[in-house]
């Protein structure tokens, strides 16, 4: 069994594997280029993903956001200033946001706190009200402009 405490974790798993086949028969060590080859890529796609990011956040774009959001799952998110900074409060933890503008034109809010980097909100309107839509490879879930 293998834990990793990381979304990348799973990158590890094959070259963890042929490691242990490396060790046990004495085979050809080709793991360790692997995982390199492979932290290189990550780094590489990160460093990209950051070019794209505001830091701190886009003063129009925030200056658009409302300032408390509610999703009856989630809880809320109250958006508040920090000196130059947006912070996204959820309750039982925070973080400062950088905006990106996405290749479609919407906006996104994108969480830059260590430990809790990368969840990414994206501005929208329903009905009428200011939205905020996180998602997940199966799920949506959007957080609606909360009365005061």
Do not use: C
């Amino acid at each position: 069994m293998i834990l990793t405490n990381s979304d990348r974790g799973v990158d590890i798993r094959a070259p963890f594997m042929r490691r242990i086949l490396e060790v046990l028969y004495d085979g050809k060590p080709e793991a360790a280029a692997q995982v390199a080859a492979s932290a290189a890529l990550d780094r590489a796609e990160i460093a990209k993903e950051r070019q794209r990011l505001v830091v701190p956040a886009a003063e129009g774009a925030a200056t658009q956001l409302a300032s408390r959001y509610a999703n009856t799952d989630l809880g809320q998110i109250a958006v508040a200033r920090s000196g130059q900074s947006v912070v996204f409060d959820f309750g039982s933890w925070k973080s400062s946001v950088a905006s990106r503008l996405n290749d479609d034109k919407t906006i996104s809010f994108v969480t830059i706190d260590p430990g809790v980097e990368g969840f990414e909100f994206v501005v929208g309107n329903r009905e009428g009200r200011r939205t905020l839509t996180i998602r997940d490879s199966q799920h949506e879930y959007v957080y609606s402009e909360a009365s005061q």
